[in-house]
């Protein structure tokens, strides 16, 4: 026992940030030996080391490395100090990971500290104007909504083309299982966003892989770029609770400006029309449809364990009240993970990753296509200010809403009431991924994960609403769908430093994925007038007015090999390629497999000994790269002869073959320069990128000697669609000392886009309304930008107050360009002490927008109907007609350049408080504060679905939810 003694000592010590700050987790380890441990909470250690032990190496994620001389003490504390640069943070890639330094290609990292704050539902809207040639649009204010997210520009001509987005190694479909709306009475309800089902809290990173050289890893879904969410993981060290919520409010961003009361009866005085239309009342119905939305967000983490298994288990409560009243967002979300080594070499190894999220969304009668009676939103706009909303009964003098039976105005209050809409989405995404380390270079890793999405809608229209179909007979909808995703994804990674020079890292592996959708709906009328949901009582609805659906997609499966390696010369030449094989069931027999490789490599000249004496550069690297990926992004089945029920025993033919149809391709090159001067104070990179998509995929109208109306071909147009610019991100710390520290980033891209080889005319961007349903304001036609605007040429109103057009309005010319040529990012923090600001702003310069509610909602017609009108039509030097028809024109294509001031949050670090509370900190964050443009609607950041057979639109705006300001007050802290 004395000689044990005599052979050991006992180290005590505490590691600490740059700042005092105790670091919980950090790495301990006697130096050249395998004993070690890890920081508990407070940053405290305790260590038995063998006497003649005379260093400790210490590391955490983030800082650098330190080394510590215990020959002569038992007693250490240390200071880490953060990486004087990020080249050395671990960036995660495709099916692995790399130094930041290493990189070839153009990935772009965002990390916690850096994501957006304020009302968050959806991972996308983290990174929104954080990265540059990244354009994240809200296509809506509506709590929950989708998202239009496009890297390197628009190079799409069907709907959805999204991302892949892949979380911890899982690709997820893209789709969401909330079923969508029955269409009855408003029109079509916008879409869910598909990553709802991920609590924001629990992401650590994401990083985007905008170039082909780095997304053709990923093959056939990489086309419009690959973005990769990293979630957090429990961390060495004692059992750790975080603790995170906020309460806040939010309200109407913008108001349309449409006539008030007085404005209204001395519109009708100057029009001579009496008083007829004058009700009597002064009302705002945009006013009586919103609310001030309460939000509450909570979550909970708890995590920790050793170097040899670590977990975490984190459940969050969201919960987000619209603007407009009966609107609701809720999601409650569970997250279990953790990571394992076994044996005693530690060479086997398993990692496992659980997410179970249900969502509920109360959607309100918010529609993409309302006709001529107008969403609830319209309906408010078009409301009559003098008529009132509520009236008394007769019979007992009580307040009843307004129903105008026998008229198309229908009352904004009233059809709040009369309309519920209910969806929920249970999801499951479940993932185990075991390893062996063969050598310290060689590992085998297996990764099997299923993704299970359910969702559920019921929705019901009161038959006491006066709408079209509706009224005295009621409406009732339900659906449900699910989406099941499987995959198998096994590879083998090798990094070895063949010599002190030369390094090689490679990985090759096989995938396998298999994906179905199935559905079920029903409808009915006819309920009678009972206090129950139509929905409880189908079976009692009107038999004749009863229905039924089912569908159920074919099984696709996609089946893949890849391969990647890199080399590494001194730190100075790095070399990359890649390839990857996919075989997807949706394509012809004869074109099932196709082939994406990339090459790409990068000189580290700031490595150079030519470079040893220029001081003020800590970085300078040159990149170049090339690579080819594609899509499938169309339905299943169409390659083949495809039939569908019309009928009892009654079959349809949806589609002819085509055996040759094959994968659309994107071909990319880029060439790109990063750099950092002044000890990192200064660093950024410039990149240039030339994105060329060809065999775009499209239904095409079947050739004679099939009969009229016959169903069409899936064919690959002889097309190209052309993306090419210049990327700009620059981050500079301007102030850096003990007490002050002032950062600035601000990233901007410049694209063309232009559609070029192309014969043909595709027509989209629908129009809605009265006067102009079925009418549509874009083009994808050669040599002009895609989804360019083509309609008749406004000139102004004549002496008469008629709209005059070139040409008479006989002929279409192109009139604008609806895709932004630039995108602009800033973001900045100040930090004093212990308190911070932080400011985010977001802008897109260059881009038109159609104003489809200016258009036929609120057109100078509408005062003869006794509806409302949009204010500024009255007051012009030339009063417009009451006769002047409703038609699409250039008069409704506005700018839509806008600066945002996206987000702002203060923030105080209150620290430890007593014994067990740490890291406390206080914050409260506004968020959509000001909006700089010249676009009279709600928001320029809007994109109102108006697609045509599958053809998406762009930048066009209809009758959408609004946008909101919010304000949060939050707390968190750990235990």
Excluded: C, H
């Excluded at 074109?591 to 090459?599: D, E, L, T, V």
């Excluded at 410049?750 to 009265?770: A, D, R, W």
């Excluded at 109907?865 to 204010?871: L, M």
């Amino acid at each position: 026992m004395q000689q044990s003694w005599a052979q050991n000592k006992t180290i005590n010590g505490k590691v600490t940030d740059d700042k005092g700050a105790a670091i919980a987790g950090a790495s301990v380890i006697v130096k050249g030996t395998k004993i070690g441990t890890s920081t508990d909470a407070s940053g405290s250690f305790k260590l038995t080391a063998p006497a003649s032990a005379a260093k400790l190496v210490i590391t955490y994620v983030g800082f650098g490395s330190t080394e510590v001389d215990i020959t002569s003490a038992s007693d250490v504390s240390v200071s880490l100090k953060p990486e004087s640069t990020n080249l050395t943070d671990v960036v995660v890639v495709g099916y692995g990971t790399s130094r930041k330094k290493d990189l070839t290609g153009a990935v772009a990292s965002v990390k916690e500290k850096d994501f957006n704050k304020g009302l968050v539902t959806a991972p996308d809207q983290l990174i929104q104007g954080k990265v540059s040639g990244v354009q994240v649009l809200n296509n809506s204010g509506q709590p929950g909504g989708a998202t239009t997210v496009k890297i390197r520009g628009n190079s799409s001509i069907r709907a959805g083309s999204q991302p892949l987005y892949v979380v911890d190694g899982v690709p997820l479909d893209g789709r969401s299982a909330r079923p969508g709306g029955s269409g009855a009475g408003i029109g079509t309800s916008p879409d869910g966003n598909p990553l709802n089902f991920i609590n924001p809290n629990d992401i650590a990173s994401m990083e985007v892989l905008k170039d082909a050289s780095a997304t053709a890893i990923y093959g056939s879904r990489a086309a419009y770029g690959v973005i990769l969410i990293t979630t957090k993981r429990g961390q060495a060290g004692a059992t750790k609770l975080d603790v995170s919520s906020s309460v806040g409010t939010s309200s109407i961003l913008k108001k349309l400006d449409v006539l008030d009361a007085t404005q209204y009866r001395a519109a009708l005085s100057q029009y001579g029309l009496g008083t007829g239309n004058d009700y009597g009342s002064s009302v705002d119905a945009m006013d009586a449809i919103l609310q001030n939305g309460m939000t509450q967000n909570f979550s909970l983490a708890i995590g920790g364990g050793n170097e040899n298994g670590r977990y975490r288990l984190s459940a969050g409560y969201f919960d987000q009240n619209g603007i407009i009243k009966k609107s609701e967002f809720k999601k409650f979300t569970t997250n279990f993970s953790g990571n394992f080594k076994f044996l005693d070499s530690k060479k086997l190894g398993l990692d496992f990753n659980l997410t179970a999220t249900q969502t509920r969304e109360d959607i309100p009668p918010v529609s993409n296509d309302a006709g001529f009676t107008g969403n609830i939103v319209g309906q408010a706009l078009q409301w009559n200010p003098t008529r009132p909303l509520m009236v008394k009964r007769s019979s007992d003098g009580t307040d009843s809403l307004n129903i105008l039976r026998g008229s198309t105005t229908v009352n904004p209050l009233a059809m709040s009431a009369a309309y519920e809409d209910v969806a929920k989405v249970t999801t499951v995404l479940a993932s185990v991924s075991p390893y062996y380390k063969f050598t310290p270079n060689l590992e085998y890793r297996m990764l099997a994960s299923v993704n299970y999405a359910s969702g559920n809608r019921r929705n019901q229209i009161s038959s006491f609403i006066n709408l079209d179909g509706i009224l005295d007979r009621g409406f009732a909808y339900y659906a449900n769908n699910e989406l099941t995703t499987y995959q198998l994804t096994q590879t083998l990674n090798y990094n070895k430093q063949i010599t002190s020079d030369l390094n090689l890292s490679a990985v090759a592996g096989y995938e396998y994925m298999k994906f179905e959708n199935k559905g079920i709906n029903m409808s009915g009328k006819d309920f009678g007038n009972y206090p129950i949901d139509y929905t409880n009582y189908f079976q009692y609805s009107s038999q004749g007015n009863r229905g039924i659906g089912s569908f159920a997609d074919p099984t696709v499966e996609l089946q893949s090999y890849f391969a990647r390696a890199t080399v590494n010369f001194k730190d100075r030449y790095l070399l990359t390629g890649t390839f990857r094989a996919d075989g997807s069931t949706k394509f012809g027999k004869n074109n099932r497999y196709g082939y994406f490789p990339s090459f790409s490599a990068a000189w580290n000249i700031s490595n150079e000994s030519f470079m040893k004496d220029v001081a003020f550069i800590s970085n300078l690297k040159l990149r170049a790269g090339w690579g080819k990926t594609g899509s499938q992004d169309i339905p299943p089945g169409v390659s083949q002869l495809k039939y569908a029920f019309t009928g009892i025993n009654a079959l349809g033919l949806t589609n002819y073959p085509n055996a040759d149809l094959k994968w659309q391709a994107d071909e990319q090159i880029n060439v790109g320069i990063d750099f950092a001067v002044l000890k990192g104070r200064v660093a950024g990179s410039v990149n240039y990128f030339n994105k060329k998509t060809t065999g775009l995929l499209y239904p095409t109208i079947t050739p004679q000697p099939a009969p009229p109306g016959a169903p069409p071909t899936w064919k690959n147009l002889d097309a190209t669609i052309e993306n090419k610019g210049f990327e700009v991100d620059l981050n500079t710390t301007i102030i850096k000392n003990a007490n002050l520290t002032w950062d600035f980033g601000v990233n901007a891209s410049f694209i063309k886009n232009m559609v070029s080889n192309f014969k043909g005319q595709i027509p989209t961007g629908s129009l809605s309304g009265q006067g102009i349903s079925g009418a549509t304001a874009e083009l994808i036609v050669n040599n002009q930008p895609l989804n360019v605007f083509y309609t008749r040429e406004y000139l102004g109103l004549d002496k008469d107050g008629q709209s005059t057009y070139t040409d008479g309005g006989y002929v279409r010319y192109f009139l604008g360009n609806p895709n932004p040529t630039t995108l602009l990012g800033i973001s900045t923090s100040l930090n004093y002490k212990k308190l911070t600001v932080s400011v985010n702003m977001n802008g897109a310069f260059g881009q038109k927008i159609y104003n489809n509610t200016l258009n036929s909602v609120t057109p100078i017609g509408n005062i003869l109907g006794g509806r409302n009108i949009a204010a500024s039509l009255i007051g012009g030097p030339v009063q417009e007609a009451l006769s002047n028809p409703i038609a699409p024109s250039s008069r409704y294509i506005e700018d839509g350049s806008y600066l945002k001031l996206a987000n702002a949050t203060l923030s105080y670090n209150i620290g430890s408080w007593g014994k067990v509370v740490k890291s406390m900190n206080v914050f409260v964050t506004g968020q959509n504060l000001l909006v700089f443009t010249k676009f009279t609607g709600f928001d320029p950041e809007v994109n109102t679905d108006k697609q045509v057979s599958g053809v998406p639109s762009v930048g066009i705006e209809y009758t959408p939810y609004p946008s909101a300001r919010s304000f949060q007050l939050g707390l968190n802290f750990s235990l």
